[in-house]
């Protein structure tokens, strides 16, 4: 990883310590300007259709993976204040090159993508993940990882109902792991 990757990175580390402080001192943000981000060892594992940008955090382990394998990323947003500012991380990383933004309603947006998707990172609100998995399923290409993050904690009902979504597809090969606030990690071999 290059230096300026690192320096963006520590400077989402240090803002996440900050919320956390904020949390542990009884202030709460909205869900609209909080920090959600997959955190240091989901990024690390996962280091490429990106549902929930957020910040961009998630957004510069996928970059840099993007320009080390010669892709592209194309990362998702409802938020166009978090467009805005994961555009800047990207740029201040020098992996501005490697990512399209857009901005808008997820579903909407994966019914526009060409077929041929190789990996998916979803981490948006949990009520979506199992449409939005309906709807990138068509699209993925043989052998497609699909990442879901936050099985675990906050996940709840929603976490639940995505991994009994996709272990029922057939051709589907999913695994739970323990990394982070939990992932489920799935591969697509259809015959």
Request: aromatic letters at 6%.
């Amino acid at each position: 990883m290059d230096d300026r990757v690192a320096q963006v990175l520590e400077l989402y580390h240090e803002r996440l310590q900050a919320e956390r402080e904020e949390r542990n001192a009884g202030i709460h943000r909205p869900n609209s300007e909080r920090f959600l981000a997959v955190g240091r060892r989901t990024g690390q594992l996962i280091s490429i259709l990106e549902l929930g940008t957020s910040y961009g955090y998630s957004t510069i382990w996928l970059a840099e993976a993007a320009r080390t394998a010669g892709g592209r990323l194309v990362t998702m947003e409802l938020e166009p204040h978090k467009i805005a500012y994961a555009r800047d991380m990207a740029e201040r990383a020098g992996l501005a090159d490697y990512v399209d933004f857009r901005h808008g309603d997820a579903l909407s947006l994966i019914g526009r993508m060409d077929d041929g998707i190789d990996f998916v990172l979803m981490d948006l609100w949990k009520d979506l993940y199992v449409p939005c998995l309906e709807a990138v399923l068509p699209k993925l290409a043989p052998g497609a990882i699909i990442v879901a993050d936050n099985m675990r904690v906050p996940g709840g009902e929603d976490a639940r109902k995505y991994q009994q979504a996709v272990r029922a597809i057939p051709h589907m090969l999913s695994v739970p792991l323990p990394v982070g606030t939990g992932l489920e990690v799935s591969r697509y071999l259809p015959v």
